[in-house]
């Protein structure tokens, strides 16, 4: 397993690998695992939110970083549908892909206007630092099965991802080499954990961070 991070289901053994297939859970198990993970941090999700969080359609990478979010947040013991409406909204899911999209892209002024747009909707600074931590595991995914030899249809089965989004990392994950993506990967687990274990300006130490994507 990658030594990246921990997600990735492409084993390497010098130019060899194997790629792993792992499904996604049935509705069922997938909430009864929702609920698990959220009553390790002693609270519980209320079956609306539970239901819409199964329905959602994100993988468990993604979810893991909700759950790990919502744990964070003042909620009282039990999650409402009015502490994640915010984070299902359309206006906020269509501001951080413009983001990400600007950002992997390596496009600094459109990166800045996404941001601010993003900011303009009420979008928490932690769901943001999450979601740009789960595309730059996705782009590493998509790079390294690349420099397999896997097309782009092989990598948005193997990546459990749309063909569409995998043709733009395919040519997004051309401009950061390995050594660039760990660099980036330990600075934005320090972000994570600061975020987590101390009162600091996230919004600025988000700055920084987007400032280092784009490479200004």
């Not at 730059?136 to 948005?156: F, H, T, Y």
């Not at 660039?180 to 996230?202: P, T």
Request: net charge neutral; with cysteine.
């Amino acid at each position: 397993r990658s030594t990246l991070f921990p997600y990735t289901t492409l084993f390497r053994s010098g130019r060899r690998a194997r790629i792993v297939s792992v499904d996604r859970p049935a509705p069922a198990a997938l909430k009864q695992w929702l609920q698990q993970r959220m009553g390790q941090y002693d609270k519980q999700l209320a079956p609306v939110v539970l239901e819409q969080l199964a329905k959602s359609g994100q993988d468990m990478y993604y979810l893991d970083n909700f759950i790990r979010q919502l744990a964070v947040m003042d909620t009282g013991s039990t999650v409402q549908i009015s502490d994640v409406q915010p984070f299902l909204d359309v206006d906020i899911d269509t501001n951080i892909f413009k983001l990400l999209d600007a950002l992997f892209a390596r496009r600094l002024r459109p990166s800045w206007q996404a941001w601010q747009d993003l900011l303009a909707t009420g979008a928490a600074e932690g769901y943001i630092l999450f979601m740009i931590i789960r595309q730059l595991e996705l782009l590493c995914r998509v790079k390294a099965a690349s420099e397999e030899g896997m097309d782009a249809q092989g990598i948005a089965e193997f990546t459990g991802q749309k063909p569409y989004p995998v043709k733009k990392m395919l040519g997004q994950q051309k401009y950061f080499s390995w050594q660039e993506l760990q660099e980036l990967q330990k600075e934005l687990l320090q972000v994570d954990l600061q975020l987590k274990s101390s009162a600091v300006d996230v919004r600025l130490l988000l700055e920084m961070v987007m400032f280092r994507l784009v490479g200004d």
